[in-house]
């Protein structure tokens, strides 16, 4: 399995309250991307990143930050959770664009009540 | 809207048989496919893509067919086992530099032993 773990796994937390996950990799790949999972809507981009510093916005961004600061992590913040964001996350990593074969974390359930 | 769809939400057969699961997508301009399969809990690991320019390609057990005049795409599974009991989705990426995969919802297969 790549080197892809995602913290913390399962969370619940209350509507309007921050929270940040997070992804961390030891495969030096240059993307990271974080993916929502809901059921009848397959996995959604979020947010990706094509290096440290440097991230855009995917198909669902509204509501969600980002951060990339060193190689190895990508953040992902909740400003003020809301239960439309209770899902499933998953973060991605790959070794260069229009490559197919992401990899992915293990994924983060996060319930908002 | 979704680009990548699929015909079947489940799909049930016997162990040693051969499984095909269909994905329809609408973009033309979509430069490869790729078949992804994800086990409860886990997230989704690559299984093969293909390029837009490819009619069929072949893995270990699994082989993938392109029919672009009705923008069709099938992921066939031989002799089907046990440890094939998993979601399938169909994704694609619209050029070559682009960071987005874009996923179907997904077809469960569930192997009878």
């Known amino acids: 399995d790549a080197g892809i773990t995602q913290s913390p796994r399962h969370k619940v937390t209350e509507t309007g309250t921050p929270v940040t996950l997070r992804c961390h990799q030891t495969e030096n790949h240059r993307y990271m991307y974080w993916y929502r999972q809901d059921p009848g809507h397959g996995l959604r981009l979020i947010h990706y990143s094509y290096g440290v510093k440097d991230t855009d916005k995917g198909e669902v961004s509204d509501g969600y930050s980002v951060s990339r600061s060193k190689t190895e992590d990508f953040l992902l913040t909740l400003e003020s959770a809301t239960s439309s964001q209770t899902s499933v996350y998953f973060c991605?990593?790959?070794?260069?664009?229009?490559?197919?074969?992401?990899?992915f974390g293990q994924g983060t359930r996060l319930t908002v009540v | 809207g979704e680009s990548v769809g699929l015909h079947l939400p489940t799909l049930s057969v016997q162990e040693g048989d051969n499984s095909i699961i269909n994905c329809a997508y609408s973009?033309?301009?979509?430069?490869?496919f790729i078949w992804y399969k994800q086990e409860s809990g886990k997230g989704p690991q690559f299984i093969i893509d293909i390029r837009s320019n490819m009619d069929k390609r072949q893995g270990q057990r699994v082989t993938v067919l392109l029919n672009k005049t009705v923008k069709h795409l099938s992921l066939q599974i031989a002799a089907t086992q046990p440890g094939d009991s998993a979601v399938y989705f169909c994704a694609e990426i619209v050029g070559a530099g682009s960071y987005q995969l874009t996923f179907g919802k997904g077809t469960k297969l569930s192997v009878i032993p």
């Open positions: 991605a990593i790959s070794e260069r664009t229009g490559n197919t074969e992401a990899f």
């Open positions: 973009n033309s301009a979509s430069d490869y």
